[in-house]
């Protein structure tokens, strides 16, 4: 029952009546002492006033350094979004200096993405940017489909395909369609306007930046440029897309008239419409010139077996 009743008691005062008590095992004041006089327990009240305050000052002390601390976790976490753990240790490492734990943060976040570039990336978002006659297609990986609906990864994905607009390269299998590799954009200079994110960069830190900050194998994987000519005009459609811009499934085509456009709207209908009928049939190959002689054979024998039964 004694237990319980102190229980009830500020903390302060259990601590008080613990030291109180064990001072009392080594004779320090007992109950015995009934004669003690009025001077003496003034002092015991002023002693125990005392002691009170110096809890309660060093509670308070503590309560405010953890709540100061707990902001400066939550200030560095909103700038960057890295994880929690790695944030803490990047300010206890720089004594609590938010500046100096960014700068940590970012350089130990630059080599844990290098760590993880080796790690098979399947999830991501396909990207478009447009311009007059002109659009772009960009694929962006990453590890798990949580990442690829984060805003700064998608943002990224955007600003990667509006660089490539000004990708060219006169070798080009099909006429105004040019296809390219991560190779072509890992050195061009990207400016970047983000809350988390900004800042003059290349292409190459930008990926392993927003890899450091997601924890995840992040990588520009292809892309293509499709152009039309001025008597024509492209079009795209983008399949399970979260925002303008961004999908998971894309196709584009390239319409054109023989003369000028006089309706360039109803023209821009019927090359989406179109690009969404390419997206539903899966095709395997874009013009009849690029199907090999394989698959010509394989799809022979396929309808001569269907022509038997």
Not at 56 to 82: P, Y
Not at 109 to 121: H, I
Request: glycine share 6%.
């Amino acid at each position: 029952m004694a237990f319980f009743r102190n229980a009830k008691q500020p903390l302060g005062i259990l601590l008080y009546n613990t030291r109180l008590s064990t001072c009392s095992r080594h004779g320090y004041s007992t109950w015995a002492t009934k004669g003690t006089s009025f001077a003496q327990s003034t002092d015991t009240k002023a002693s125990k006033t005392a002691y009170l305050y110096w809890v309660s000052r060093r509670f308070n002390s503590q309560a405010a350094s953890s709540a100061e601390q707990m902001s400066l976790i939550k200030q560095l976490r909103e700038r960057t979004s890295a994880p929690i753990k790695d944030v803490k240790a990047s300010l206890v490492d720089c004594n609590w200096d938010i500046e100096a734990a960014q700068k940590e943060l970012r350089k130990r976040g630059k080599v844990l993405a290098m760590k993880k570039s080796s790690r098979t990336a399947t999830e991501g978002l396909l990207a478009l940017a447009q311009l007059e006659g002109k659009a772009a297609v960009i694929e962006l990986n990453c590890e798990t489909d949580f990442v690829a609906r984060n805003e700064i990864f998608e943002y990224l994905a955007l600003a990667l395909a509006k660089k490539a607009l000004f990708v060219q390269n006169s070798s080009q299998q099909i006429p105004g369609v040019f296809s390219f590799g991560p190779e072509c954009l890992e050195d061009l200079k990207l400016n970047l306007d983000h809350p988390k994110i900004s800042g003059e960069t290349t292409i190459q830190n930008a990926v392993t930046e927003v890899a450091a900050m997601m924890g995840e194998n992040i990588k520009l994987r292809r892309g293509v440029v499709m152009s039309t000519s001025s008597h024509g005009v492209v079009s795209a459609y983008l399949h399970r897309c979260p925002q303008p811009g961004l999908g998971r499934i894309a196709g584009i085509l390239s319409l054109e008239v023989e003369n000028e456009i006089s309706q360039l709207d109803a023209l821009q209908k019927v090359g989406s419409e179109l690009a969404m009928h390419i997206v539903a049939a899966k095709p395997l190959f874009l013009t009849k010139e690029l199907v090999t002689s394989d698959v010509l054979n394989n799809e022979r024998e396929i309808l001569k077996s269907q022509q038997r039964r």
